[in-house]
């Protein structure tokens, strides 16, 4: 009996579109993608929607209207399994600066008519609204990650999807350290593998971009910034206010930072 | 076995014996601010004219004011890297029409001449050689790797900000059979390197490059060298030290000074990944997308991360504080007990590389202090 190819769909909440764009750009592995799913609701590839129900939903995006609170539960039922993609939908992305600020004042700033804007006061991650199964980081995420995580999906294994620091990558790639070598505050100590450590391999020092690590000790780190390297509280709080500003992590970090003034 | 002397501009004539006797030369290269262990095909790959300045969290290079080829001391990564790599592909399997078919990796042949390992690094590739000879599963490769490496060392004529062999008995000087020893000159004399085989492999490499003897003088300045470096090593010394250490440990497992050290560490795992010994690794299995090829590979892992201890349920060693002290008592208490020694050789790196300079040596003089008041305390 021939078995149905499970249903890939691909959803899209507040984002940029560049962490789906990430499936397109896997050029090299999309046709073997296509074949072994059937890519079932895909708006930013075809405009061809197959009804739900999905075996895999990939989210990309934050929550960040009331409209998109009601829409991502009915994603959620509708998706066997989901997966949320990018810093947007995991840590609800660098919209989510305006937690800390007056999101009235943004609109009146910014649109000519701010009463037809509908946007919630915070910019929030997937799972602070519907149980979440993988998640995977990064801003945007890393294409290796994607395929490890379908691949591991589609042959029912478990993914390998580091929760460790930049700084195993880092090593593994005998790059340099950043942070100790005179580079600058890098943000690696504390921030989530799986990126290859690509920007502190290219002489930058990590930007956060996939956000926390397990037990991140963002503090200790702050700290040796502030105190023993002389790094500007302004630098301090841009390195941890960026793609993942609403991570727990950062988030804490930058509000007690912010408190020590 | 014979000793000479090998003028400075010949050098290149060293490295191109070892090339030529079918070695891959590694030795230490500058890589942006530092200097890291990689490829060298001639003299002008390795960092001349430059020293390192190492302490807690801080790392740079700077002009050393003379042509020294090894002014510097331990570069930033571990031999290891070379010998123990952090990523290997294990084996491969393929599916052919229903079947699994099983390759076994065949590794390419790789004889490795390292170029400048000090005294320390020397014992550190001894202590990581004994770890993958021990138990009922010997990590060949490792160990073939190793065995058909020529160690060329250098003698310290300098002591790194974070060094403290002395305290371990590892360095400055270089007291294990390496291959050749050198010991790199500028005083009473030309710039030179006095060379002395302790192999008979090394002993081809010296008799192929013909090199004039070595006199008293060249011994004596080599001798002066070395114990400059013991000298200042001495003086902040003991910064471990190792009387009843181990016994210290196991009192203290429970001090309240684990938690301090874990408000501070960043469970980053850059100790263990620079550590000439830490041998912690993980195995990984990766399939393609039709699941018609299967990969397994090995890699460096550490036991600071929470995947290194995950069981069923969660892992083991859950908060910073277990994952330090399971890291620092294994180090220099739980190897004592398997090997004889601790697991640490004095090279320094895990402080340097600590990106907030955590410093080992600290932890347990802090350990010692504190015990030390308690008791005070008590007999008051």
Known sequence: MAQRKPRLAVFKFTSCDGCQLSLLDCEDELLAVAERVEIAHFLEASSRVLPGPYDIGLVEGSISTPAQVEEIRRVREACRLLVTIGACATAGGIQALRNAADVAEYQRLIYPAPEQIRALERSTPVADHVAVDFELRGCPIDKGQLMELLSALLNRRCPRLARHAVCVECKARGAVCLAVAGGGPCMGPVTQAGCGALCPAHGRPCYGCFGPKENANVDALVHWWRHVQGVERAQIAAQLQNFNAAAAAFEDAARRLEGEK | ?380
């Not at chain 2, 290079?61 to 570069?75: I, M, N, Q, W, Y």
Request: proline letters at 5%.
């Open chain 2, 1 to 380: 076995m014979s000793t000479g002397i090998l003028p400075a501009e010949r050098l290149d004539a060293l490295i191109g014996e070892l090339w030529a006797a079918g070695y891959t030369v590694i030795g230490p290269v500058r890589e942006g601010g530092a200097l890291l262990y990689d490829e060298v095909r001639g003299s002008e790959d390795l960092p001349v004219g430059l020293v390192d300045r190492q302490e807690g969290g801080r790392y740079f290079l700077e002009p050393s004011g003379d042509g020294r080829f090894f002014g510097h001391t331990v570069a930033a990564t571990p031999w290891k890297r070379f010998l123990d790599p952090p990523r290997r592909r294990l084996w491969r399997a393929e599916r052919r029409n229903g079947q699994l078919h099983f390759l076994v990796e065949t590794e390419e042949e790789v004889r490795f001449a390292f170029l400048g390992v000090r005294a320390c690094d020397l014992h550190g590739i001894r202590i990581r050689s004994a770890v993958a000879e021990a138990g009922p599963e010997p990590d060949e490769a490792l160990l073939d790797r190793r065995r058909s490496a020529l160690m060329v060392a250098v003698q310290c004529t300098r002591a790194g900000g974070t060094c403290f062999c002395a305290d371990l008995g590892t360095g400055p000087a270089v007291d294990l059979p390496a291959d050749l020893v050198l010991t790199e000159l500028l005083e009473d004399g030309p710039h030179r390197f006095l060379a002395e085989s302790r192999t008979e492999a090394g002993a081809k490499i010296l008799q192929r490059l013909s090199l004039g003897p070595a006199g008293e003088v060249d011994r004596a300045a080599a001798a002066r060298a070395v114990a400059a470096t013991r000298r200042t090593l001495a003086e902040r010394s003991p910064r471990l030290e190792r009387e009843g250490l181990r016994e210290l440990l196991y009192r203290q497992l429970e001090s309240p000074l684990w938690d301090e050290v874990a408000g501070r560490c960043l469970s980053c795992a850059n100790c263990t990944l620079v550590c000439p010994t830490c041998f912690c690794s993980a195995v990984e299995d990766v399939t393609d997308l039709e699941g018609a090829r299967l990969e397994r590979w090995h890699r460096a892992d550490s036991c600071f991360t929470a995947e290194f201890s995950q069981i069923h349920g969660g892992p083991v060693r859950a908060s910073t504080r277990a994952r330090y002290r399971q890291w620092l008592v294994h180090k220099l208490a739980y190897w004592s007990d398997q090997f004889g020694e601790p697991g640490c050789v004095g090279c320094g790196r895990c402080i340097t590389w600590c990106p907030v300079g955590i410093d080992l040596t600290e932890v347990v003089r802090d350990l010692r202090r504190r015990e030390a008041e308690e008791s005070g305390e008590r007999e008051r």
